[in-house]
């Protein structure tokens, strides 16, 4: 038969055995941020008229980063025009996506408690600057018209939204003055491109540009009397 000191010591074992088991952290609850990102780029006639706008809030792969103060803790690229990051702690963030130099657009602070972030703010990439790609909406060859205020060294390119190089189409030292330049549709290494959007891009020391380019696939041949 046990001793009352044996059960009392039985008791106080027991008890520090659950109050251990209760101390014991469990994990982290993780939450996610979900928002979307428009696209803005000008239409123009194959006579380089101005034609409006195209806004765009369904576009694929646009590549957007997460940022946790100065540090960038998250890529992704959008899907139907929505960017998505999961297994967040609690904690500010911000979105960001870039064009190129200081055409890009970061969301307001995002702040993650006890929930997750729906619809958060808008991320918003819009054509800037003297770069006028036309026809656009393009098929075959696009011609680039830009202007020149001073003489020199440029650099006109063609990106994916996003951001990877698809095609140099001028690195050169230039006069004042327009100039113009062609794309034919196809990379770097002569292969035809098969997306829908592109960038136009002219850097010049501090002067950075950019114009959304809309592409569109080879008509299919029609015959007489079509």
């Given at each position: 038969?046990r001793?009352p000191w044996t059960r009392?010591?039985?008791v106080?074992?027991?008890?520090?055995l659950?109050?251990?088991?209760r101390?014991?952290?469990?994990?982290?609850r993780?939450?996610?941020?979900?928002?979307?990102l428009r696209?803005?780029?000008?239409?123009?006639d194959?006579?380089g008229?101005?034609?409006?706008t195209?806004?765009?809030?369904?576009a694929?792969?646009v590549?957007?980063?997460l940022?946790?103060?100065?540090?960038?803790?998250?890529?992704?690229t959008t899907?139907?025009?929505i960017?998505?990051?999961?297994?967040?702690?609690?904690?500010?963030?911000?979105?960001r996506?870039?064009?190129i130099?200081?055409?890009?657009?970061?969301?307001?602070?995002m702040?993650?408690?006890?929930?997750?972030?729906?619809?958060a703010?808008t991320l918003?990439l819009?054509?800037?600057g003297?770069?006028?790609?036309?026809p656009?909406?393009s098929v075959?060859?696009?011609e680039v018209s830009?202007?020149a205020?001073d003489t020199?060294?440029?650099?006109?390119?063609?990106?994916?939204?996003g951001?990877?190089?698809?095609k140099n189409?001028?690195?050169?030292e230039?006069?004042p003055g327009?100039?113009t330049v062609?794309w034919?549709g196809?990379?770097q290494?002569?292969?035809p491109?098969?997306g829908?959007l592109?960038?136009?891009?002219?850097v010049a020391?501090?002067?950075v540009?950019?114009?959304?380019?809309?592409?569109q696939?080879t008509?299919?041949p029609?015959?007489?009397?079509?």
């Amino acid at each position: 038969m046990r001793s009352p000191w044996t059960r009392w010591c039985m008791v106080l074992g027991l008890s520090s055995l659950v109050a251990c088991s209760r101390e014991q952290p469990s994990a982290p609850r993780l939450y996610s941020i979900t928002g979307h990102l428009r696209l803005t780029g000008t239409v123009v006639d194959s006579n380089g008229a101005y034609a409006g706008t195209r806004v765009l809030g369904d576009a694929d792969g646009v590549t957007v980063e997460l940022l946790h103060g100065s540090e960038v803790v998250g890529l992704t690229t959008t899907v139907d025009g929505i960017y998505r990051f999961s297994g967040l702690r609690p904690g500010d963030y911000r979105a960001r996506s870039r064009v190129i130099g200081d055409i890009a657009d970061r969301t307001t602070q995002m702040v993650i408690a006890v929930s997750d972030v729906v619809a958060a703010d808008t991320l918003r990439l819009a054509s800037r600057g003297d770069l006028l790609p036309f026809p656009n909406p393009s098929v075959d060859t696009t011609e680039v018209s830009f202007v020149a205020p001073d003489t020199m060294w440029v650099d006109v390119n063609i990106i994916d939204v996003g951001g990877s190089a698809v095609k140099n189409l001028l690195t050169l030292e230039i006069l004042p003055g327009r100039h113009t330049v062609f794309w034919n549709g196809r990379d770097q290494r002569g292969r035809p491109v098969t997306g829908s959007l592109y960038w136009v891009t002219f850097v010049a020391g501090n002067d950075v540009r950019a114009s959304l380019l809309f592409r569109q696939g080879t008509p299919s041949p029609q015959g007489p009397g079509s």
